[in-house]
Nanobody
Framework: QVQLVESGGGWVQVGGSMRLSCTASGQTSRTHNMAWFRQAPGKEREFVARIMWNTGNSYYEDSVKGRFTISRDKAESTVSLQMNSLQPEDTAVYYC???????????????WGRGTQVTVSS
């Protein structure tokens, strides 16, 4: 099992910056990738960014490219999301996600944090 705890949410002005962090505990040795998703009121949860645990390769949803940066600290089992130039449409609950890789199988268990609220307004 894996447990994920997010931190760093809150309120920020339009154009401001915020950094989210997520720390994983438990069976983290099988981590394949970690990601951030978000869910705005009345909308479905959507992908924001992902980082591959071994290579560090990162991927972003188009609307956050150039504004958000995902990074990882393997030693601390932590993934962070640096968010710059925040806009009202970035307001959402942000969820941390971890996908594990079970050796010798195609199984990819997925774990979620409880989420942290990010509110962007003027």
């Amino acid at each position: 099992q894996v447990q994920l705890v997010e931190s760093g949410g809150g309120w920020v002005q339009v154009g401001g910056s915020m950094r989210l962090s997520c720390t994983a505990s438990g069976q983290t040795s099988r981590t394949h990738n970690m990601a951030w998703f978000r869910q705005a009121p009345g909308k479905e949860r959507e992908f924001v960014a992902r980082i591959m645990w071994n290579t560090g390769n990162s991927y972003y949803e188009d609307s956050v490219k150039g504004r958000f940066t995902i990074s990882r600290d393997k030693a601390e089992s932590t993934v962070s999301l640096q968010m710059n130039s925040l806009q009202p449409e970035d307001t959402a609950v942000y969820y941390c996600n971890l996908e594990a890789q079970i050796p010798g199988t195609s199984s990819r268990p997925s774990y979620w944090g409880r989420g942290t609220q990010v509110t962007v307004s003027s």
